[in-house]
């Protein structure tokens, strides 16, 4: 900790002061004042009892014998079509209040408060406190919470902060075309590059890590690091066995190995960051002791002199996973749609080539000039929100929402999938229609709650601007350079439900080179 500190302040006295944060706790407050939700007649409001749902044993029924387990998004839209709105059911231990509707989320929200609490995170907690950790961003709650994300939401959160890495995402970009080449080569095709998603999880991963410890891994290199391997392969350990940490009871954890592995998975995630951080420290020492003025954003978080090594390590750990599967996911869906959609992938690529000239890389002050691209990226986030559900608990005493009124600490599941499947709001739902987020072609716009796959409010996704950034810059570069074409077998995909939203199987895709086509 003194060591932290001593390095603190002398980055200080050479960095200057570094500037405020916005005031997240007013605007919260202030928001959720202003659309407080329309008062209810006591007479009129219902128990929690009275929702409709399928209980503990139609839960049972619907996720094991009907096979919903592995497409509890598929779910979501089944049961607002039988329920409403909002329901009750039952996942393992968890009593659920499951939102459904827009309005109804818009409701719910206005109420969360100043310090809103996700309990979905229970897992993560689980393994903190086994380990005698503290929790990040994402684990923690509260005050301690608030004062955490005031520290980490600068030179992170703002569009115009989240420039500031555009040429170290370019940096990563490039080296992810190299990688693409590499890849199609080895097919016996010349032209195929089977999983995509693979490659673009080492893309973002590569990128995000970059970023945080304004150092590379090495995981878009032809042979990986070992360490590098090591820490990619428990990311997907953790995330594998979390899913039988979610729905088996506790008392299985002594006879069943899921849970040593899902302990053990974060346990290697979270000393592969503290050995980069303390690397990077020693660099920092030796830069200061040169004269030199570092910048970036490990740089800003060891100079705020804010959180102790202990925050430090548990944050960087939860951020390091928040943008990869959003940010890898979301290309290869997006990549897949556009393969079996010629139309719309010449349009874009049009309009890129319209914008930024063949000799040129696109920068981040030429995305404002290209809506259809963001477009893209906005109706495969809603097709295939990566999150399909995450869960809110609004600690004040009775709750009332749709016209119900809730005890403190209710745990409620935002149904994001159903949400942003809903006809009312998004005519055929389960199409890929890019332009629907055009501004000059839609009638009107749909409702602000119907897709928020960041999240919303104070507790939206710190990372968010940065995820954008990368995938735009990505698909811009992308498109560009190749025709994108669908697996010859014209394999269909469908999305699993396994915590994030992710292809059943292999996305198998064709890269052609557009400039030998000319």
């Known amino acids: 900790m003194a060591k932290l500190g001593c390095l603190a302040g002398r980055l200080r006295r050479c960095l200057g002061a570094l500037p405020g944060a916005p005031d997240?706790?007013?605007?919260?407050?202030?928001?959720?004042?202003?659309?407080?939700?329309?008062?209810?007649?006591?007479?009129?409001?219902?128990?929690?009892?009275?929702?409709?749902?399928?209980?503990?044993?139609?839960?049972?029924?619907?996720?094991?014998?009907?096979?919903?387990?592995?497409?509890?998004?598929?779910?979501?839209v089944l049961s607002k079509k039988l329920y409403g709105p909002i329901w009750k059911s039952k996942f393992g231990s968890y009593n659920n209040i499951n939102i459904g509707s827009p309005e109804v989320l818009e409701e719910l929200l206005r109420q969360e408060g100043k310090y809103p609490i996700r309990s979905d995170m229970a897992l993560w907690k689980e393994h903190r406190d086994k380990r005698h950790l503290p929790y990040g961003p994402f684990t923690e709650d509260g005050e301690r919470w608030h004062r955490l994300r005031q520290v980490l939401?600068?030179?992170?959160?703002?569009?115009t902060e989240a420039v500031l890495y555009a040429d170290a995402i370019n940096e990563v970009v490039s080296d992810l075309m190299v990688r693409l080449e590499d890849e199609r080569a080895k097919s016996p095709s010349g032209v195929m590059i089977p999983d995509i998603a693979s490659v673009l999880y080492r893309f973002a991963l590569e990128g995000i890590s970059y970023i945080l410890f304004e150092t590379r891994i090495g995981c878009l290199e032809k042979q990986?690091?070992?360490?590098?391997?090591?820490?990619?392969?428990?990311?997907?350990?953790?995330?594998?066995?979390?899913?039988f940490v979610t729905i088996l009871p506790k008392w299985t954890r002594e006879v069943l190995p899921y849970w040593n592995r899902y302990l053990q998975g974060w346990d290697t995630i979270f000393a592969f960051g503290k050995k980069l951080i303390d690397q990077k420290m020693v660099?920092?020492?030796?830069?200061?002791?040169?004269?030199?003025?570092?910048?970036?954003?490990?740089?800003?978080?060891?100079?705020?002199?804010?959180?102790?090594?202990?925050?430090?390590?548990?944050?960087?750990?939860?951020?390091?996973?928040?943008?990869?599967d959003t940010t890898s996911?979301?290309?290869?869906?997006?990549?897949?749609?556009?393969?079996?959609?010629?139309?719309?992938?010449?349009?874009?690529?049009?309009?890129?080539?319209?914008?930024?000239?063949?000799?040129?890389?696109?920068?981040?002050?030429?995305?404002?000039?290209m809506p259809l691209l963001k477009a893209v990226i906005k109706e495969t986030l809603r097709l295939y929100p990566v999150v399909p559900t995450n869960a809110r608990v609004i600690a004040k005493d009775d709750v009332v929402v749709g016209g119900y009124k809730f005890p403190k600490d209710t745990l409620f599941v935002l149904a994001h999938y159903a949400l942003s499947h809903d006809e009312s709001n998004f005519p055929d739902p389960e199409r890929f229609l890019p332009r629907r987020w055009l501004?000059?072609?839609?009638?009107?716009?749909?409702?602000?709650?119907?897709?928020?796959?960041?999240?919303?409010?104070?507790?939206?996704?710190?990372?968010?601007?940065?995820?954008?950034?990368e995938m735009h810059l990505a698909l811009a570069r992308l498109i560009r350079i190749f025709l994108i074409r669908p697996d010859p077998q014209c394999t269909e995909v469908k999305p699993l439900a396994r915590i994030v939203l992710v292809p059943d199987r292999p996305i198998n895709l064709e890269f052609l080179d557009r400039q030998t086509m000319l």
């Open 24 to 76: 997240l706790a007013c605007r919260g407050a202030s928001s959720a004042a202003e659309a407080a939700p329309a008062a209810h007649g006591e007479e009129r409001l219902k128990r929690p009892e009275e929702l409709p749902g399928p209980g503990h044993v139609g839960s049972i029924y619907w996720l094991f014998l009907r096979g919903y387990l592995l497409h509890t998004h598929r779910l979501q």
């Open 153 to 159: 939401n600068k030179r992170m959160l703002k569009p």
């Open 224 to 243: 990986i690091p070992a360490e590098t391997q090591r820490f990619i392969d428990a990311i997907g350990y953790m995330l594998k066995n979390s899913v």
């Open 283 to 324: 660099e920092l020492e030796k830069l200061m002791d040169q004269g030199q003025a570092p910048s970036g954003y490990l740089t800003y978080l060891l100079s705020s002199g804010q959180l102790s090594p202990e925050e430090l390590y548990g944050s960087i750990a939860e951020l390091l996973l928040a943008g990869v």
């Open 329 to 369: 996911n979301t290309l290869s869906w997006a990549m897949y749609h556009l393969a079996r959609d010629p139309e719309i992938q010449e349009a874009l690529y049009q309009e890129v080539v319209g914008v930024v000239p063949k000799d040129r890389i696109p920068e981040a002050k030429d995305l404002t000039r």
């Open 439 to 469: 501004r000059d072609q839609r009638d009107s716009p749909p409702h602000p709650f119907s897709s928020i796959p960041f999240g919303y409010g104070v507790r939206a996704c710190v990372g968010r601007r940065i995820a954008e950034l």
